[in-house]
Nanobody, 122 residues
Framework: QVQLAESGGGLVQAGGSLRLSCAVSTIGIYTVGWFRQAPGKEREFAAAITWNGAATRYAESVKGRFTISRDSAKNTVYLEMNSLKPEDTAVYYC?????????????????WGQGTQVTVSS
């Protein structure tokens, strides 16, 4: 069973930064992605990285502000979030995909963490 555990969420003022971590028990050849879900909204894609870190993909809403990276030795994927906005407030989830593609749909991921809350105050 693949396990994922997010950490690093919290409360930050607009314009501030946070770094989320996702510890994955087994990454293998699969993509790891970050999604977020705000109250009353559907879960949406934020960023993804291939198993070897060679390629990344970002949602337009976070491009230029968020950076996804990975530490292979630690089996950990990070999401560095800068210039945070109140609309970035959500529960952030990391997930491992069903294959090696840089998917943007939640259905393309079959293992999920429990989520970490990010709140950006104005």
């Amino acid at each position: 069973q693949v396990q994922l555990a997010e950490s690093g969420g919290g409360l930050v003022q607009a314009g501030g930064s946070l770094r989320l971590s996702c510890a994955v028990s087994t990454i293998g050849i699969y993509t790891v992605g970050w999604f977020r879900q705000a109250p009353g909204k559907e879960r949406e894609f934020a960023a993804a990285i291939t198993w070897n870190g060679a390629a990344t993909r970002y949602a337009e809403s976070v491009k230029g502000r968020f950076t996804i990276s990975r530490d292979s030795a630690k089996n950990t994927v990070y999401l560095e979030m800068n210039s945070l906005k109140p609309e970035d407030t959500a529960v952030y989830y990391c997930a491992r995909s069903r294959d090696a593609a840089l998917g943007v749909l939640a259905s393309q991921y079959n293992y999920w963490g429990q989520g970490t809350q990010v709140t950006v105050s104005s």
